[in-house]
């Protein structure tokens, strides 16, 4: 077994596209990390902003909470209309792309990309950053460990999206269980004792007031705890990757990880309200992240405590798998539209879009590398993204309901209509007010990067849709097939002397026009060289010319060229303008014939002249000329070893392979 099918996986069949498709179980790891580990630090970075209030900011956690989990409300039941309305893809770039246009479209793609290259980098350092917390011998290596989870979760996913979703299947339900039981077990000690228990181990005091609580200090409160809804729109960006039928899965995916996130940040706002939990200075010595002092004050550090803990640590690390799921298909959609390079819109051995999956690990290792590991700096940039793409995705519901109202349907669909567009509406009014607020609270810690990056990103993406926009115009053609009475081509080979190689190149040559010229490259002012070339026309004339002559062919011509900087492309290049200056109405073409290489070790032992000289030709013969090869195998090879393996896949998989279609009679 080769290391790559180890690593990898076998390759998959177009067939076994279906078969890969996931459900729910495997949904909720697969697309759900993001916005369930985001209940880790969403409630924090409120509390966070509350500290300079003291007791008075924590007792106004609730009024924080409250309206983000009304929006949170509002995004599932958008999102949950938007998967039943675009069934493939519903993500903000379609949804804008057919309710508000191409600009609105590329603004939700730009924003898309960033904010999904931040999460990785964002949440395996945050995953990191906790584990070095707690393991204080592992800080040396932040960087390595951030490395080695990105590498293990791209390799995951170049192997499917299945195969992702199972393998972080068991940390993410340990998790959601884990936090679940720990909001039950507290939630009941606090109503049995009336509303205040008692710490198992008591949390740090709360810091005196150095600020009143003011409506600016809540709306910041508000944007900063706006963090725990990123990944939410995760799903309706990948329901192309839910078995049949995959509005359903879709739906159940989007239920389990909105219901969970909801409760998660209702009741880490109630219990840290109710056991008098405050946000901690992380620059300072003894620093406890919120779920670490709830968990220790319901049931202490003992084993419970540490499984939990250690679930948290998983999901944070992991998170970034959710990009690794939808930042592929979003490319894909992007580029299907010629916005992106098309090498984005083909799937790799595994049935995904591998691509996508290495572009995105690329940018976010060099994010992580540039950062140390540590991306504190852009904690302030990651929710621009997700909520700008919020608001233009509700606002293309909203537009979208409007066509659906003048349609002319019946009543009450027009009815259901009007219901769904006010929902989207005030969505699209929420989201927008949170982005305006996140923008100008976190304008001068780094907001405003994303404010130039993304028009950058969106004149990018321009500038490749008018490459191929260019190209279809310079390739188009509504003329039928224009065929004319030519000459035969001149077929210059190019020849390093008399050899196998050349005896085939020419008996090829010879077959396709009787003009043919062989081309050698000497160099200039050597005495090898001009002994070189007096015993190749010694050859030529016996080995070449006579058998030619004999069977009544015109022989080829041969022809020494000199390259005094030992650049063979450069005298073959005006050879070739020569002759097309000569020969205006004939086609040239170039035969170069090329040793091919089978072992890595064979590429040592071989200059590549071959390789830069076809390079060279098709860089800069022009459209006239035509570049052909003549492969020489050291090891002749056989069709059937590159039929066989594809055939035991398919055997493996319990395919058969398709038989051929029978010619229509």
């Given at each position: 077994?080769?290391?790559?099918?180890?690593v990898?996986?076998?390759?998959?069949?177009?067939?076994?596209?279906r078969?890969?498709?996931?459900?729910?179980?495997?949904?909720?790891?697969?697309?759900?990390?993001?916005g369930l580990?985001?209940?880790?630090?969403?409630?924090?970075?409120?509390?966070?902003?509350?500290?300079?209030?003291?007791?008075?900011?924590l007792?106004a956690?609730?009024?924080?909470?409250?309206?983000?989990?009304?929006?949170?409300?509002?995004l599932?039941?958008?999102?949950?209309?938007?998967?039943?309305?675009?069934?493939?893809?519903?993500?903000?770039?379609?949804v804008?792309?057919?309710n508000?246009?191409?600009?609105?479209?590329?603004?939700?793609a730009?924003?898309?990309?960033i904010?999904?290259?931040?999460?990785?980098?964002?949440?395996?350092?945050?995953?990191?950053?906790?584990?070095?917390?707690?393991?204080?011998?592992?800080?040396p290596?932040?960087?390595?460990?951030c490395?080695?989870?990105?590498?293990?979760?791209?390799?995951?996913?170049?192997?499917?999206?299945?195969?992702?979703?199972?393998?972080?299947?068991?940390?993410?339900?340990?998790?959601?269980?884990?936090?679940l039981?720990?909001?039950?077990?507290?939630?009941?000690?606090?109503?049995?004792?009336?509303?205040?228990?008692?710490?198992?181990?008591?949390?740090?005091?709360?810091?005196?007031?150095?600020?009143?609580?003011?409506?600016?200090?809540?709306?910041?409160?508000?944007?900063?705890?706006?963090?725990?809804?990123?990944?939410?729109?995760?799903?309706?960006?990948?329901?192309?990757?839910?078995?049949?039928p995959?509005?359903?899965?879709?739906?159940?995916?989007?239920?389990?990880?909105c219901?969970?996130?909801?409760?998660?940040?209702?009741?880490?706002?109630?219990?840290?309200h109710?056991y008098?939990?405050?946000?901690m200075?992380?620059?300072?010595?003894?620093?406890?992240?919120?779920?670490?002092?709830?968990?220790?004050?319901?049931?202490?550090?003992?084993?419970?405590?540490?499984?939990a803990?250690?679930?948290?640590?998983?999901?944070?690390?992991?998170?970034?798998?959710?990009?690794?799921?939808?930042?592929?298909?979003?490319c894909?959609?992007?580029?299907?539209?010629?916005?992106l390079?098309?090498?984005?819109?083909?799937?790799?051995?595994r049935?995904v879009?591998?691509?996508?999956?290495?572009?995105?690990?690329?940018?976010?290792?060099?994010?992580?590398v540039a950062?140390?590991?540590?991306?504190?700096?852009?904690?302030?940039?990651?929710?621009?993204?997700?909520?700008?793409?919020?608001?233009?995705?509700?606002?293309?519901?909203?537009?979208?309901?409007?066509?659906?109202?003048?349609?002319?349907?019946?009543?009450?669909?027009?009815?259901?209509?009007?219901?769904?567009?006010?929902?989207?509406?005030?969505?699209?009014?929420t989201?927008?007010?949170?982005?305006?607020?996140?923008?100008?609270?976190?304008?001068?810690?780094?907001?405003?990067?994303?404010?130039?990056?993304?028009?950058?990103?969106?004149?990018?993406?321009?500038?490749?849709?008018?490459?191929?926009?260019?190209?279809?115009?310079?390739?188009?053609?509504d003329?039928?097939?224009?065929?004319?009475?030519?000459?035969?081509?001149?077929?210059?080979?190019?020849?390093?002397?008399?050899?196998?190689?050349?005896?085939?190149?020419?008996?090829?040559?010879?077959?396709?026009?009787?003009?043919?010229?062989?081309?050698?490259?000497?160099?200039?002012?050597?005495?090898?060289?001009?002994e070189?070339?007096?015993?190749?026309?010694?050859?030529?004339?016996?080995?070449?010319?006579?058998?030619?002559?004999?069977?009544?062919?015109?022989?080829?011509?041969?022809?020494?060229?000199?390259?005094?900087?030992?650049?063979?492309?450069?005298?073959?290049l005006?050879?070739?303008?020569?002759?097309?200056?000569?020969?205006?109405?004939?086609?040239?073409?170039?035969?170069?014939?090329?040793?091919?290489?089978?072992?890595?070790?064979?590429?040592?032992?071989?200059?590549?002249?071959?390789r830069?000289?076809?390079?060279a030709?098709?860089?800069?013969?022009?459209?006239?000329?035509?570049?052909?090869?003549?492969?020489?195998?050291?090891?002749?090879?056989?069709i059937?070893?590159?039929?066989?393996?594809?055939?035991?896949?398919?055997?493996?998989?319990?395919?058969?392979?398709?038989?051929?279609?029978?010619?229509?009679?």
């Amino acid at each position: 077994m080769s290391l790559t099918r180890l690593v990898f996986g076998r390759p998959l069949a177009n067939q076994e596209q279906r078969e890969r498709k996931i459900g729910a179980f495997e949904g909720v790891p697969a697309m759900g990390l993001d916005g369930l580990g985001s209940s880790s630090y969403g409630p924090e970075a409120a509390l966070t902003v509350l500290i300079p209030a003291g007791a008075a900011g924590l007792a106004a956690i609730g009024w924080i909470m409250a309206p983000i989990l009304f929006l949170l409300l509002i995004l599932y039941i958008s999102y949950r209309q938007t998967i039943r309305a675009y069934p493939s893809n519903g993500g903000a770039y379609t949804v804008s792309k057919e309710n508000l246009g191409t600009n609105a479209s590329l603004l939700a793609a730009a924003a898309l990309m960033i904010d999904y290259v931040l999460n990785v980098a964002v949440g395996i350092s945050a995953g990191v950053g906790a584990l070095t917390s707690a393991v204080p011998l592992l800080h040396p290596y932040t960087l390595e460990l951030c490395l080695a989870i990105l590498a293990l979760v791209t390799i995951v996913n170049l192997r499917g999206t299945l195969d992702a979703g199972r393998l972080f299947a068991l940390p993410t339900y340990l998790f959601v269980a884990s936090f679940l039981l720990l909001m039950m077990i507290g939630i009941y000690k606090t109503l049995s004792a009336g509303g205040h228990p008692a710490a198992v181990v008591a949390p740090p005091g709360l810091p005196a007031a150095t600020e009143a609580v003011t409506l600016w200090l809540l709306l910041r409160s508000f944007a900063a705890g706006c963090t725990a809804m990123t990944g939410v729109e995760a799903v309706s960006n990948g329901v192309s990757a839910f078995r049949e039928p995959g509005v359903k899965y879709g739906h159940r995916t989007l239920v389990v990880i909105c219901g969970v996130l909801g409760t998660l940040l209702a009741g880490i706002a109630y219990l840290a309200h109710a056991y008098g939990i405050g946000a901690m200075d992380q620059t300072q010595d003894g620093y406890q992240s919120v779920l670490s002092q709830l968990t220790a004050a319901i049931v202490g550090r003992g084993v419970f405590y540490f499984v939990a803990i250690g679930s948290v640590l998983a999901v944070l690390c992991l998170s970034a798998n959710t990009s690794f799921v939808d930042f592929p298909r979003l490319c894909r959609l992007v580029a299907q539209d010629s916005f992106l390079p098309r090498a984005f819109a083909f799937v790799g051995r595994r049935l995904v879009f591998s691509v996508g999956i290495l572009y995105l690990a690329a940018a976010a290792g060099l994010l992580l590398v540039a950062f140390g590991g540590i991306t504190d700096r852009l904690i302030p940039l990651f929710a621009i993204g997700a909520f700008l793409t919020f608001t233009l995705s509700q606002a293309g519901m909203v537009s979208h309901w409007r066509h659906v109202i003048a349609s002319g349907t019946s009543g009450r669909e027009r009815q259901k209509a009007h219901g769904s567009l006010v929902i989207n509406a005030v969505g699209a009014v929420t989201t927008g007010t949170a982005l305006a607020i996140i923008v100008i609270a976190k304008f001068i810690e780094g907001a405003w990067i994303t404010i130039v990056v993304i028009p950058c990103v969106i004149l990018l993406l321009r500038a490749i849709r008018g490459y191929y926009d260019e190209l279809a115009v310079r390739l188009h053609n509504d003329r039928p097939l224009q065929l004319r009475r030519s000459k035969p081509p001149i077929v210059l080979v190019a020849t390093e002397g008399w050899n196998r190689l050349t005896d085939k190149a020419l008996g090829f040559a010879l077959g396709l026009s009787p003009d043919v010229v062989a081309v050698h490259m000497t160099k200039e002012g050597e005495a090898e060289g001009d002994e070189e070339e007096r015993s190749l026309r010694e050859k030529w004339a016996t080995d070449v010319e006579a058998p030619a002559r004999a069977l009544g062919l015109r022989p080829p011509r041969l022809v020494t060229l000199q390259a005094p900087y030992r650049r063979i492309h450069v005298p073959l290049l005006q050879f070739v303008e020569q002759t097309q200056v000569e020969h205006p109405s004939r086609t040239i073409a170039v035969l170069i014939p090329e040793v091919m290489k089978h072992r890595w070790w064979q590429h040592l032992l071989h200059t590549h002249r071959a390789r830069r000289l076809r390079y060279a030709l098709l860089r800069y013969g022009g459209s006239g000329l035509i570049v052909m090869n003549a492969p020489w195998h050291l090891e002749e090879p056989k069709i059937e070893e590159a039929l066989v393996p594809e055939e035991v896949f398919l055997a493996a998989a319990g395919d058969k392979q398709p038989e051929p279609r029978k010619e229509a009679r």
